[in-house]
């Protein structure tokens, strides 16, 4: 469920609307591309999400900032009471930035440096999530060098199949991701010897966009196996972080993955008896139907094949290249009954044959001027969007009803210039 639709624009045609918003007007606006995110969306996935859990008391929801972490995307949903699930400085800086409690934030990743676990440490956050022996020896000497104490929670790789594409699982024993299921026992007895060292919590994330509910189901068996048996070994197991991952529809032809409620029953039936708060870290599932990129066609050129070339490319949206992911693809103005469809490739300028948004797609008949928007493009969008052929930042626009905010605006040439610096030999 998202709030992008066609309605009766400013023109009078039927224009794609994001809430209130007409996106020609938009485009006029703040020019092309530009991403945009509607509130209404965003505050939609995160209740449904964190409705799902009303019944077990005091469960956590952090948003994960990686999906998106757009300041004003972040606020929206820390008026929310989320939580956030950081796995850098940047990005812990961000979540404080916007007000979000030091202690509903959690810390992943396999790379933490001493320096971001400081931080953290004197921010006072919720807890890290560790995932080597060599990074909680290092956490224990920062931890106890400050005279603070780190709660953590071992991330564990349970080697399940998550079902997802190879480069997005993140649950299999050859993943770069936690600690081997084995080892994890004899980690918890080691972490509770270490100063500094508060063994609190199990963490599992077994991947992205995941739309079958049988490798969580898999992955949470055991996930219960080792909490119990932590429990009976004497350790005070509060939580167990139960990271994202639940897929979204991309496609309007395919069957919906699961929906969060189905998910609830299942994580309740898997960990309800331990009795512990269950936190989770969903990002994809809050942002991703949130968010569209908007681009203007330059040309259409016709040949064996018809390329459809607009003014977005793979720096500003590089899912279909990297992970060979399928977006809808709209005309902002909604085509006329009957508007004839046209098999295309839609490409960027990028000069690279990896640059295209759709592949052999069918669309209603485009022109040079006419305005796209690309679906489902609120996660893993601006965040992986970069520079390449010098091309500037795309914006973000955040819509709520009928006002809008470039959250981000367009940097200028200059200021693209002025970020570098020339040698003094030169
Ligand atoms: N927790 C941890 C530890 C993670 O590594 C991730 C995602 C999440 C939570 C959030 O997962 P989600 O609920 O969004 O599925 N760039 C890729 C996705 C990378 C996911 C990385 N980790 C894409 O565009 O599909």
Redesign the pocket.
Request: charge should be positive; glycine fraction near 18%; hydrophobic fraction near 30%.
């Given at each position: 469920m998202h709030h992008f639709a066609y309605r009766r624009g400013v023109s009078h045609a039927n224009v794609l609307h994001a809430e209130e918003v007409d996106l020609c007007a938009l485009a006029a606006a703040v020019g092309t591309p530009f991403y945009c995110y509607s509130t209404a969306t965003l505050e939609r996935h995160y209740r449904v999400f964190a409705e799902a859990f009303a019944a077990h008391p005091g469960t956590l929801v952090c948003y994960?900032v990686?999906?998106n972490s757009n300041l004003g995307v972040l606020a929206t949903l820390a008026k929310l009471d989320a939580g956030m699930?950081v796995?850098s400085e940047g990005e812990l800086r961000r979540a404080l930035a916007v007000g979000v409690p030091p202690e509903r934030i959690a810390f992943?990743g396999v790379g933490k440096t001493k320096e971001e676990m400081a931080l953290a440490l004197d921010a006072g956050i919720f807890a890290f999530?560790v995932e080597s022996e060599p990074e909680l020896r290092a956490l224990s000497e920062v931890a106890d060098a400050r005279g603070r104490g780190a709660r953590i929670a071992f991330?564990v790789n349970p080697d399940v199949d998550a079902k997802t594409?190879h480069?997005?699982s993140?649950g299999k024993a050859e993943n770069k991701?936690g600690v081997p299921f084995e080892q994890a026992v004899s980690l918890y007895r080691q972490a509770a010897k270490l100063p500094g060292i508060l063994p609190v919590g199990i963490h599992m994330?077994i991947?992205?966009?995941?739309t079958d509910l049988e490798p969580f189901r898999n992955a949470f068996v055991l996930l219960h196996d080792l909490g119990a048996t932590l429990r009976t070994a004497g350790f005070a197991i509060e939580f167990v972080n139960l990271?994202?991952?639940?897929?979204i529809p991309y496609r309007h032809d395919e069957p919906a993955p699961p929906l969060p409620a189905d998910y609830a029953a299942l994580v309740n039936r898997a960990v309800g008896d331990l009795g512990v708060r269950l936190l989770f870290?969903?990002?994809?599932?809050i942002a991703g139907n949130a968010g569209i990129l908007v681009s203007r066609v330059i040309y259409v050129k016709q040949g064996d094949k018809t390329f459809t070339i607009i003014d977005a490319a793979m720096n500003d949206l590089i899912?279909p290249t990297?992970?060979e992911?399928h977006h809808e693809i709209l005309p902002v103005i909604e085509p006329m009954p009957g508007t004839r469809a046209v098999v295309t490739d839609v490409v960027g300028p990028v000069c690279e044959t990896g640059d295209y948004l759709a592949r052999g797609r069918p669309l209603p008949e485009l022109h040079a001027g006419d305005l796209v928007s690309v679906m489902t493009a609120g996660?893993?969008g601006a965040v992986?969007a970069s520079e390449y052929n010098s091309r500037l930042l795309v914006p973000e626009v955040l819509v709520s009803g009928s006002r809008y905010c470039v959250t981000r605006p367009r940097p200028s040439y200059d200021d693209m210039l002025a970020a570098e610096r020339l040698p003094e030999w030169i």
């Open positions: 994960s990686k999906a699930d796995v992943s999530n991330r594409h480069k997005i993140t991701f994330h991947g992205s966009q995941i990271g994202g991952g639940l897929g870290e969903p990002g994809r599932l899912r990297l992970y992911a996660a893993y992986l």
